[in-house]
């Protein structure tokens, strides 16, 4: 993969795909993440929403929440439905604070996600008694709070 991109080959680039999945299933998700951004900075861009789509398929949440939460820092091009998709899988694999986490940072960057999970993701968290963050969630979700960036500028996250 790497003499590839070195050599500027860019035939069989979804060679590069299957290697950056097959990485990921087997938990080397920070070496994928090295060549992700290898391959970003060589103008190829993966498909981030079929990884993404794999890993939940094989139940492999937290190197789906990884994977996303490095796409969100990088404004890469991700479908809310794959989102909410990790959202799901992470609800389901009663990961509920990682679940808080990432949707919050969804819900900075202005995303909209599906209701059903934030209200999901709700139930959840208070039926683990974490009722701070799904208070939180519930405010976020209803307008009714804003969220400060990290350059102090406040970003109003709007209800539906």
């Known amino acids: 993969m ?11 680039l979804d060679l590069a795909h299957k290697i950056l999945e097959a990485l990921l299933l087997r938990g080397h998700v920070e070496e994928a993440l090295g060549r992700i951004d290898l391959v970003i900075s060589n103008s190829y861009v993966p498909d981030f929403d079929r990884l993404l789509t794999v890993l939940c398929d094989k139940d492999k949440t937290i190197a789906a929440l990884k994977l996303l939460d490095y796409g969100l820092e990088r404004n890469c091009n991700m479908s809310f439905s794959s989102c909410d998709r990790v959202l799901d899988a992470l609800c389901s694999a009663g990961k509920t604070l990682n679940g808080h986490s990432i949707l919050c940072k969804i819900m900075e960057k202005g995303g909209v996600t599906d209701r059903s999970s934030i209200e999901d993701l709700i139930k959840s968290l208070n039926a683990e008694g974490n009722t701070k963050q799904a208070d939180i969630l519930s405010r976020m979700s209803n307008g009714n709070i804003s969220l400060g960036s990290k350059k102090g500028k406040k970003v109003v996250v709007n209800a539906y």
């Open 2 to 12: 790497y003499s590839m991109i070195e050599n500027g080959v860019t035939e069989n």
